[in-house]
């Protein structure tokens, strides 16, 4: 796209249309499950077991862990043939704060960018300004000050900052947890202490008194980071989760697809234990996990 | 709004639900969430909201939903289907082999206007209403309508809004819109039929 292309396209929307389509886009989301997929086959797999959306990635979390250094945004081609295999939504991720990495996956036509702590962060202090952009993006945050600063900057969706690739529900859970307990603090504050919150967020005055008013983020709240077996995905759904991503659990398991629907069957009946038990029946070996103490490399502090 | 005290069943296994909850509570029907027949029969009026069609069509089906759910669409209920919902109605999807509730004689084309970044507003005239703001997020159209659907609403020669016989559908979202005239209308068929069942 030219740069005389992206004015015209500026000028056919206006801002506040474009904020509501494209958290509009993340509603439509809601009550699903998104799959990290690596070629067109298993995003097919994807879509058959019932995925709301796939995120195109050259390695899923667990192997960018094993195999180290510097991770990168996706192969354009690889991102391509993904979106040619299926009719879901395809996202995609650039690293924390690489405007261009951003703009090359807008440029692709991609549904959703995860701005994303998975892959070694571009900017250690700016993130993107992501209401430059026609396309929605999607922000891990492990608390509500950073998912409002997420917000202020332009994204249409939050997930928390679970730790990628470890097969480990414990960080999504806190962040879960913390995220109500802030909003219901939030929620019961007196109006003359918006102020003080605004600087403790930091983030504009306008946006706290906008999210206490509605006693919930602005925009839709998935989980993401250690989900991999159907109990995982439902506990997330009963800590107040709007939706999952799943990422290595899935692929990495003995049986991706039968994994893969029990998954979503879980996310939408999260709060009927019977239904639960037999859609985690005998789905084979799950991802092998690492526990907290044992990860290297905590993905969750990058970009605050 | 009413005298007759209506219940609504809101199709609930995924998608944007509780939008559409919100706009008919606030319009003062009962809603509850469908995700079993178990409460089917009780409902004056069926909701079938945004989200994955391919997602919402395959768990209607292996939660034991999808019989029922098609058997209430015939023999009467008030149906109100936005964006994925609609497709689910359509009686045969472009490109597509899947086929879902199918009880509207239309041919429908998802993603039709293109990915995300053709996603729209603007205001349409719709039929009954006059000018409307329409949210179309990766939204179909339909191609082509048997000769007894009443088109509500096009876009560009497109067709986004009909009516045929006790079903409502719409290729944009109403429920993100401040806007509950289309809502009332559907609502007040609603009213009357349920009426008219325990009349």
Known sequence: MTQKDKDKDMSNISTSERVLVNRGLAQMLKGGVIMDVTNAEQAAIAERSGAVAVMALERIPADIRAVGGVARMSDPKLIREIQRAVSIPVMAKCRIGHIVEAQILAALDIDFIDESEVLTPADDVYHIDKRQFTAPFVCGARDLGEALRRIAEGASMIRTKGEPGTGNIVQATRHMRRITTELSRLKSCREDEIFELAKEFRVPISLVDETRRLGRLPVVNFAAGGVSTPADAALMMLLGAEGVFVGSGIFKSGDPAKRAASIVQAVTNYDDPKLLAKVSEDLGEPMVGINEDEIELIMEERGR | ?199
């Open chain 2, 1 to 199: 709004m009413s005298k007759v005290k209506v219940r609504l069943g809101i199709v609930a296994v995924q998608g944007a639900f509780v939008e559409h909850r919100r706009v008919f509570e606030r319009l003062g029907a009962e809603c509850v969430e469908i995700r079993n027949a178990r409460l089917l029969d009780e409902c004056d009026g069926l909701v079938l909201p945004g989200g994955e069609s391919t997602t919402q069509g395959k768990l209607a089906r292996e939660l034991s939903l999808f019989e029922p759910v098609r058997a209430a669409i015939l023999r009467g209920v008030p149906t109100f289907a936005t964006c994925a919902g609609l497709i689910l109605l359509a009686e045969r999807i472009v490109d597509d082999s899947a086929r879902y509730f199918a009880t509207i004689p239309c041919v429908a084309r998802r993603n039709a206007f293109g990915r995300q970044n053709a996603s729209f507003t603007t205001a349409l005239d719709v039929r009954g209403i006059g000018a409307f703001p329409c949210v179309f997020i990766r939204a179909p159209y339909l191609e082509s309508v048997g000769k007894d659907v009443e088109i509500l609403a096009t876009y560009c020669d497109r067709v986004v809004g009909v009516r045929y016989r006790n079903q409502w559908g719409f290729a944009f979202h109403p429920e993100l819109t401040d806007d509950d005239r289309l809502a009332s209308q559907y609502l007040a068929d609603v009213v009357s039929y349920a009426a008219r069942i325990r009349s």
